[in-house]
């Protein structure tokens, strides 16, 4: 691992006291205040209904989100700053959400329209290789790089000839789930915990707040953990929720409470490495308030979202693609299904309709591909396609042989 990578930060920039309306334009800036989302009052990395709302806005009020990278550690490599929450588990940290907000006259059972208006990236962003990602037993090392942000793209001297133009977006954009969504989704990850399966359980490790979340918080057994998504929003990682799209969230509370992280300056469909090129960003929205029964849509398995077809684009104009199916080598397990304990997996060469299998044979041709054509290392081909491969499903109907397309842009290789 780099020498930069190990070196933990002040954040970068001024920020705003969270709560702030600005007298001249009216407009709520939340959030950034301290060094990192446990000193800051309008910062939340953990979720519960009991979790008090930092601001308050009206529907159609613009509001300024100040948010922290996934990791919460900052990322000036020329700051003397020392976070001491790394003598911890650095996933304790993930994932610092702004907020929550309350929505003015929102109730249980409406929906909110979130609609982005602008994001403006940090200075600098990461990106890493480890056991976190997708088909992390593909590399044989961890890796982690650095990137210089503006506007237009990023680079990094880590990584030379590549140039990923910005597609910015949330990967996190949730409400705050009520008491009986709390105790389903406890019960459920419980459940599959218990199976073997993976899960991140509650653990008050760096939770904030603190005194509800944290090690002597009042609900720190129930505090929901940000890294998945859930019915309520939350770490969906669409890079497709860019500046012009419309998210909806369901309200399982009063004032729904709405909070937004983990920003990624750029991402291929999939963030197969585990991580996208994450970043500090302000955060510009606008609300809108669906009452429950009147033009609300019905959200029962997670967030809708609508805007421009531009949003949709691949930003190249030339592309190299590669095709998964689910077959694999006889005697062989995948990693995710170690946890079935079935011996009929193992034995079999090919599983039918198994789309996570093919995705990860489709990874696994990628990677390869950009390692031989480019010369970078396994983990640098890995990271380069989990910030800039699109992982597409190609069709679902041809059994057993399920097919995923793996799409990579080749513009981004400006030094080649």
């Known amino acids: 691992m780099r020498t930069h990578a190990r070196i933990i930060t002040a954040l970068i920039g001024?920020?705003?006291v969270a709560g702030t309306v600005r007298a001249d334009t009216g407009v709520?800036?939340?959030g950034g205040d301290g060094h990192h989302c446990g000193e800051d009052s309008a910062c939340i990395n953990r979720l519960h209904p009991d979790i008090p709302l930092a601001a308050s806005v009206a529907p159609g009020q613009t509001i300024v989100f100040k948010t922290r990278n996934a990791?919460?550690?900052?990322?000036?490599?020329?700051?003397?700053?020392?976070?001491?929450?790394?003598n911890g588990p650095e996933i304790g940290t993930v994932h610092p959400l702004t907020g929550p907000v309350r929505i003015e006259g929102a109730e249980r059972g409406d929906v909110i329209a979130v609609t982005l208006l602008d994001i403006a990236p940090g200075p600098f962003g990461w990106t890493s290789a480890s056991s976190f990602g997708f088909a992390s037993d593909l590399i044989s090392e961890d890796d982690r790089i650095l990137w210089r942000l503006n506007r237009e793209f990023a680079e990094s001297d880590d990584l030379a000839g590549i140039r990923i133009p910005n597609g910015a977006f949330p990967g996190v954009m949730t409400t705050l789930p009520g008491r009986a969504e709390l105790e389903t989704i406890l019960r459920r990850e419980q459940a599959l915990a218990?199976?073997?399966g993976a899960v991140f359980l509650p653990d008050p490790t760096h939770a904030a707040p603190d005194e509800i979340c944290g090690p002597n918080g009042s609900a720190r057994s129930e505090c929901l953990?940000?890294?998945?998504?859930?019915?309520?929003?939350g770490n969906a990682d669409i890079r497709?929720?860019?500046?012009g799209v419309t998210v909806y969230l369901p309200c399982y509370v009063s004032g729904c409470g709405l909070a937004i992280g983990d920003l990624h300056f750029a991402q291929?469909?999939?963030e197969i490495s585990g991580t996208a090129i994450e970043m500090d960003a302000d955060v510009t929205l606008v609300t809108r308030l669906l009452k429950k029964g009147r033009d609300a849509p019905t959200l029962t398995r997670g967030p809708h979202y609508e805007g421009p077809v531009r949003a949709l684009d691949l930003p190249s104009r030339r592309f190299y693609a590669v095709t998964g199916l689910p077959v694999k080598e006889p005697g062989s397990v995948p990693p995710d299904m170690v946890y079935l304990k079935s011996p009929q997996v193992a034995e079999l060469e090919n599983l039918n309709k198994d789309i996570n299998l093919a995705a990860r044979n489709a990874v696994d041709e990628i990677v390869t591909y950009i390692a031989e054509t480019y010369g970078y290392s396994r983990a640098e081909a890995y990271m380069i396609a989990s910030v800039a491969v699109d992982m597409r499903i190609g069709q679902l109907v041809d059994t057993p042989n399920v097919g995923v397309t793996a799409l990579l842009p080749l513009d981004i290789f400006v030094g080649r």
């Open 14 to 16: 001024s920020f705003a």
């Open 28 to 30: 709520l800036i939340v």
């Open 71 to 86: 990791s919460d550690f900052a990322l000036d490599p020329d700051s003397s700053y020392v976070d001491a929450r790394t």
């Open 194 to 196: 218990d199976s073997g």
């Open 225 to 233: 953990r940000t890294l998945p998504p859930r019915e309520h929003g």
């Open 240 to 243: 497709y929720w860019r500046v």
């Open 268 to 270: 291929g469909d999939g």
